[in-house]
């Protein structure tokens, strides 16, 4: 496989992963198997991509803090090069409470995240690199979305191949549909799941989706948790079913997923190669509590 230097710029995040054991008891206490561990959507698809071979370098903000550190020690561990820009607020944090479908509902503090500067992260981009990786937090986010544009066009300005993964439905509603492909515009690869993609394109059909945001982008790939994933390119879909057996949490299955797909495609692997190493990934993580499965 061929290995190449990715950028990747995201969110600095400490995961608190909470499964109740039964029904939440409002004024007391509820027994719950609760992890700690470094967190962050663009940060989950860096360790994919390292773990395939590539050569990663992951940009963002962050505390000066103990989850700071303990999300740098994660990165290091995994053979990600971390290029963290501090600052006084604190490090992000995300409390995901997990139900007994493995599904998640999450709370969020972004913290430094939304301080994240234009400087930081095109200073990272003077660094030899093949492909540029934006989260779509920092699309999404007001305060970094102009960062995200920036790193985006200077990619695209020196050649370099680009994507972006929408990452949060919610906050896309908010900022609008039309606002985000906006931003996201020329991005080589564009990654969603199913709700993002839907609301993205305005339609309740996840073809419909996928072929409206493919006339728009190079490549679109959909994941769609146990209906498998689905991507376009060139007027071709491909398609490909999940292979998990068992779900306890579905916590960075999806970041796990696009990684994975990612790595093989800047492997100059094939879609469909991407596809299914897509879904060994997400198979992996929804069998345990927390993003690294």
Same mark, same amino acid.
């Given at each position: ?23 939440? +008891? ?47 020690n994660g990165l290091t561990d995994a053979g990600v090069h971390g290029k963290l820009q501090i600052g006084a607020s604190s490090t992000g944090v995300v409390v995901a409470l997990v139900g007994d479908d493995g599904q998640r509902a999450m709370l969020t503090d972004r913290g430094a995240n939304s301080l994240l500067s234009a400087e930081h992260v095109l200073l990272a981009l003077d660094e030899p690199f093949d492909h540029l990786h934006v989260s779509g ?73 996928? +072929? ?40 960075? +299955? ?40």
């Amino acid at each position: 496989m061929i290995k190449r230097r990715v950028i990747v710029v995201g969110d600095v995040m400490l995961d608190v992963v909470v499964k109740p054991h039964g029904e939440m +008891a409002p004024t007391s206490d509820t027994p719950s198997n609760i992890r700690l561990s470094r967190g962050g959507s663009a940060a989950n698809m860096a360790v994919a991509l390292a773990e395939a071979g590539h050569f990663v370098t992951y940009v963002g903000a962050a505390g000066d803090d103990a989850a700071a550190q303990l999300f740098s020690n994660g990165l290091t561990d995994a053979g990600v090069h971390g290029k963290l820009q501090i600052g006084a607020s604190s490090t992000g944090v995300v409390v995901a409470l997990v139900g007994d479908d493995g599904q998640r509902a999450m709370l969020t503090d972004r913290g430094a995240n939304s301080l994240l500067s234009a400087e930081h992260v095109l200073l990272a981009l003077d660094e030899p690199f093949d492909h540029l990786h934006v989260s779509g937090y920092s699309l999404i986010d007001d305060r970094t979305r102009v960062v995200g544009v920036a790193a985006l066009d200077k990619a695209r300005a020196f050649g370099r191949t680009t994507s972006v993964d929408v990452c949060s439905v919610a906050p896309l509603r908010v900022l609008t549909p039309e606002h985000f492909m906006t931003s996201a515009d020329g991005v080589t690869c564009l990654f969603a799941n199913e709700e993002e993609a839907q609301v993205l394109a305005d339609t309740t059909s996840t073809d419909d989706a996928v +072929a409206l945001l493919a006339a728009r982008f190079n490549e679109v790939v959909v994941t769609r948790g146990a209906r498998g994933a689905v991507a376009r390119k060139d007027g071709v879909t491909f398609r490909a079913t999940s292979s998990s057996d068992a779900v306890v949490d579905t916590t960075g +299955a999806g970041d796990a997923a696009t990684g994975a797909y990612l790595a093989v495609r800047l492997g100059d692997g094939s879609i469909d190669e991407g596809l299914a190493a897509a879904m060994d990934a997400a198979s992996v993580v929804v069998r345990g509590l927390g993003s690294r499965g």
